[in-house]
T-cell receptor, first 112, second 116 residues
Framework: GNSVTQMEGPVTLSEEAFLTINCTYTATGYPSLFWYVQYPGEGLQLLLKATKADDKGSNKGFEATYRKETTSFHLEKGSVQVSDSAVYFCALSSGGSYIPTFGRGTSLIVHP | GAGVSQTPSNKVTEKGKYVELRCDPISGHTALYWYRQSLGQGPEFLIYFQGTGAADDSGLPNDRFFAVRPEGSVSTLKIQRTERGDSAVYLC??????????????FGPGTRLTVL
């Protein structure tokens, strides 16, 4: 079956530091990959997505590249801000399914 | 326009009681999803509606859980004989098309259910 593994948090960084949150997956077929973000007190929002191998999703300075050979979709940002503090969820859907499988989430805390 | 809304935002109930959780999707969205998120976990799928019908209810944990969407818009998740293990945040999401691997789901803020 499908599964998503994320690095455990919390990840604590100073403002302007480089961010990497690791995500690896197991899936049947050729999955689409997603990063969702949940800001405090708000609902989950789609941050970025990639639908085929070597695609790079990007949004708000965040990037993730779909790596089929390593079954990974690591989230990166070159310079984090305090406002990026949130919980980040990696997810996938495959086989034409509309239902994403989510990882457990990684909490990011950015200090001024 | 307005996003997905869920009511109540918090619900505290006693073991054995019946609860209803409501979801108002984005207007015009045909697909609606319910998820359950336990502390420290990602959302887990419960049920998916396409219009008025439940297209996939394979995530419902047992027959105490039931959901309806009678007019293809608002949906209600119903839990009978609640148990302490039902305590979680219940999330609703909607999407504008009939489904597919790349559809973007728009999530509501969730209802936090606590069963004492």
């Amino acid at each position: 079956g499908n599964s998503v593994t994320q690095m455990e948090g919390p990840v604590t960084l100073s403002e302007e530091a480089f961010l990497t949150i690791n995500c690896t997956y197991t899936a049947t077929g050729y999955p689409s990959l997603f990063w969702y973000v949940q800001y405090p007190g708000e609902g989950l929002q789609l941050l970025l997505k990639a639908t085929k191998a070597d695609d790079k999703g990007s949004n708000k300075g965040f990037e993730a590249t779909y790596r089929k050979e390593t079954t990974s979709f690591h989230l990166e940002k070159g310079s984090v801000q305090v406002s990026d503090s949130a919980v980040y969820f990696c997810a996938l859907s495959s086989g034409g399914s509309y239902i994403p499988t989510f990882g457990r989430g990684t909490s990011l805390i950015v200090h001024p | 326009g307005a996003g997905v809304s869920q009511t109540p935002s918090n619900k505290v109930t006693e073991k054995g009681k019946y609860v209803e959780l409501r979801c108002d999707p984005i207007s015009g969205h045909t697909a609606l999803y319910w998820y359950r998120q336990s502390l420290g976990q990602g959302p887990e799928f419960l049920i998916y509606f396409q219009g008025t019908g439940a297209a996939d209810d394979s995530g419902l944990p047992n027959d105490r859980f039931f959901a309806v969407r009678p007019e293809g818009s608002v949906s209600t998740l119903k839990i009978q004989r609640t148990e302490r293990g039902d305590s979680a945040v219940y999330l609703c999401a909607s999407s504008p098309t009939s489904g597919g691997a790349v559809d973007t789901q728009y999530f509501g803020p969730g209802t936090r259910l606590t069963v004492l």
